[in-house]
């Protein structure tokens, strides 16, 4: 059988790799491909290339003479998908919510001996806050844009949402080390009331189709159920933390 042979041309400068080279190069491999590798080294070499094929970026594959075109053209070349940007997806919240699992269960493991008890449940909430937390202040701006395009109280007081994604997380915070409650609790039951009215208003309600800012403001995460997931969280996590010392005083 014939060797395939395919012809790549990508920027290996001494200061930047282009990772789609890599990429490029890495799934011609993985397709059976013999990979004639030509860097390009300079600024001036790539516009040159650019220039005598009539392209606008890098890399460049041919198989056979002819131009397949950069990494996302070569995806396409041999039947695979090419994600879209813009195409709006529950994944990143899914994946905080599954890693801040198994983080509860791993505590919970390390600390009592077994994966299963109902700090771990705590934990879970409380790590997820953390984490959903930490996604905003990345870039508060952004958050607080795309916040203030359906919560309720931040409509009415801008500044609220700036302070949103601090407050989840001192309350996520206190909460998973099980301290100062009389300041977590208030917190998390205001916080997490306010955006589950908005969301159930915005969404069910308004029948608006918005993205949610709950993984902050860069995401494709739409509005909607698992985004009143948070919040009816925040406010469960705070009635049962408040509910549990009774409970325990009563037996």
């Not at 915070?173 to 208030?186: E, I, R």
């Not at 909607?224 to 948070?230: A, H, N, P, V, Y």
Request: net charge positive; aromatic share 10%; with cysteine.
């Amino acid at each position: 059988m014939a060797t395939k042979k395919a012809v790549l041309h990508r920027m290996v400068m001494p200061t930047h790799t282009c990772p789609f080279g890599l990429k490029a190069k890495d799934l011609l491999r993985r397709q059976g491909y013999e990979v004639e590798d030509h860097w390009l080294r300079t600024r001036e070499e790539t516009d040159a290339f650019k220039a005598e094929h009539g392209v606008k970026t890098t890399p460049q594959t041919f198989i056979g003479g002819e131009r397949i075109g950069g990494y996302d053209d070569l995806r396409r070349f041999f039947g695979k998908s090419v994600p879209d940007p813009k195409t709006v997806t529950y994944r990143p919240v899914v994946v905080v919510f599954a890693m801040t699992a198994l983080m509860a269960l791993a505590a919970s493991l390390a600390a009592f001996g077994t994966p299963l008890t109902v700090r771990a449940g705590e934990w879970f909430i409380a790590f997820s806050m953390c984490v959903l937390a930490a996604l905003k202040l990345q870039n508060v701006e952004r958050f607080a844009t795309m916040f203030l395009n359906y919560d309720l109280l931040a409509k009415r007081w801008v500044p609220y949402s700036y302070v949103y994604p601090y407050a989840e997380g001192l309350a996520g915070v206190l909460m998973a080390a099980g301290v100062l409650t009389w300041l977590s609790v208030p917190i998390a039951l205001v916080i997490g009331a306010i955006g589950a009215v908005s969301v159930i208003k915005a969404v069910y309600v308004d029948r608006r189709e918005l993205k949610c800012a709950c993984v902050g403001g860069d995401s494709n995460v739409p509005l909607g159920f698992l985004s009143l997931t948070e919040n009816v969280m925040m406010v469960a996590m705070a009635l049962w933390m408040v509910a549990a010392p009774i409970l325990s005083a009563g037996h």
